[in-house]
């Protein structure tokens, strides 16, 4: 086949997106790509394909997912709703079964040259919380088995570097410029999908850093926790950590375990920690002022419950057909909180009967008709559900220190110890898998939002304040949480006086007299923390604006990408995402005055909203239906437009079919 009869797609990313991504246009290739002609796919990223920056294998051994190797996976199957076809393939945990000969071989069959993640593979099964080297070498291997599956007429090119720029009309071929090399890569079609990205400090973390210059102190903004710089906190320095989420709990393994403490398991099976002596003192608070909820380690007991019932399409559809502005907590939470609430009644009637008073179809008919926050539904609740440890309140979950106070810091550290060991004992004590029930049908609720969201209705205050507000926050606080070892070990840091718990609203100032961050918190009034150092423990918040990115930075500055404006007659808000359309993922240019026909984006950064990369199974994950007709869009539109650049732009067309054995052609 002649350069001619090539079309181009240049990918920007290599991650789990833009893998989940080719996995679609593989599956949907057969039907609608004319295999008699070629289709170069360039892929750009200067980190590895498959696991891309963030799930790279060189990162340290301490750091773990939050999923449940039987909970991740980037294959469709049966429960997903998709044009194209279903091609399932293995989950994690499968997959990991062929090492030690517990599973059946995956082809292409390769060992992971790392011999410790082999050992962990070989051992791990379904219930075990990976590392996330095993993470990386599993995004590795469906990379692979991607471009195994690709038809002969495709043909993937990976460039080792960063793109710089994009440039192009919107009625001919695009350019990806590439630091390093002076010709641009030319395609017919561009898809942005880098992922997770930095951005420069916001204007309250620039006076922080300038303070800690000022004073010789140490300031971390918010940071990928692979990629933090810890090396400037000195053993025993006191340290005031803003956030409990995820990259807390990242943090502190690195600085605890990652500089030589151990952790010792004692008859009880409670842990002590032994120090090192190498490690900072950690003082630690955030708005909530207690971790994240901790991963459940059980399977439901009875049987699962039939999702959707009370947030699917059909309540969207009524929602949508009132015609108004919705406000998310007051008309869609309501109908949200329902369908959680029954994932969790659902599991508790049919697998501990004995702590409930009626019948649950009685119990159900009743609950259908009742209002989530009606005083009908409150009584139902309590006169079926006796004790109140087995009702959902989500008020009380989602704030747990309001309202309270403590006398003294010592005070609030065995209050909070104890909220944490009891909620580690919840989650891996099948007695409490209603929990599971509630967070299937919560995971349900976000598969299903997307829908409303992208109709636009939703107001622009509710937008800023509950949905990428409150929302998320609450979200990430109940369904993305650490294993609960992870919290275990919290607890020993805890007792051993390495880890000090400051509170709700934690409020963070600087001294100038004295050189120290401070932090206070109404949990514990009056009291003060002084400290050296300031760590801001959280991901980077989406910033156009600001964003490290230097292609996206150069198209905002150049007026060909605009941030997400979402603006009524009450509110406007600014939310820091890439503006895309929200039906097909194209990049609003605003020097167009809309979509731009050649460009697409997709993932974290862009106004569709977060979807993760991978799923659960059986799940009908929103981004492997988002994945799939973006797919089917690029080779439909592929299939009508003019032939692109040959592969490398006249260097030797070297590039191999995708197809044999999963191999393809780099470029540095």
Known sequence: MSARSTAVLAVVGAGPCATGLLERIAANAPELWDETRRLHIHLVDPYPPGPGRVWRHEQSALLRMNSMAQDVTLFTDESSTLDGPIRPGPSLAEWAAQFSGRGPRHAPYTEPADPEVLDELRTLTGTD????????????????????????????????TTATALTGPPDGPQQVHLAGRAAPLTADLVVLAQGHLGSTPAGE??????????HGRFHLPPEFSADADLSGLRPGEHVVLRGFGLAFVDLMSLLTEGRGGTFRTEADGSLTYLPSGREPVLHVGSRRGVPYHSKTHYRLQGPPP???RHFGPEAVDGLLAEGRPLDLRRDVWPLMAKEIGFGHYHELFHAHPERTTMPWPAFLAAYDRLDWYSDAMTALVAGAVPDPADRLDFEALDRPLDGLSFPTPDAFQEHLRAYIAQDVAHREDPAFS??????????SVYGHLPRLVASGRLTARSVADDLDGWWHGFFSFLASGPPGFRLRQLLALSRAGIVRFLGADVRIATDESTGTFTATSPTVPGHLT????????????????RTEDPLLRRLYREGAAAEEVIADSTHTHRSGLLAVSPTDGRLVDPSLGGPHPRRI?????????AVAAFARPRTDAPAFRRNDAVARTILRTLSTTGAGAAPSDGEPPGAVPAAEAGILQERG
């Open 530 to 545: 002084r400290a050296t150092a300031l760590i801001e423990a959280y991901l980077p918040a989406p910033s156009l604006a």
């Open 205 to 214: 973390h620039r006076a922080h850093a300038a303070f800690a210059r000022r």
């Open 306 to 308: 039939p999702l959707p």
């Open 601 to 609: 984006a997709l993932g974290v950064p862009t106004s569709n909203r």
């Open 129 to 160: 919380f990976p590392t996330r080297r095993a993470q990386s070498a599993y995004l590795d291997w469906v990379f692979r088995r991607v471009l195994a599956e690709m038809p002969p007429s495709v043909t993937v090119e990976w460039h080792r």
């Open 434 to 443: 209603a929990d599971l029930g509630a967070f299937l049908a919560l995971l």
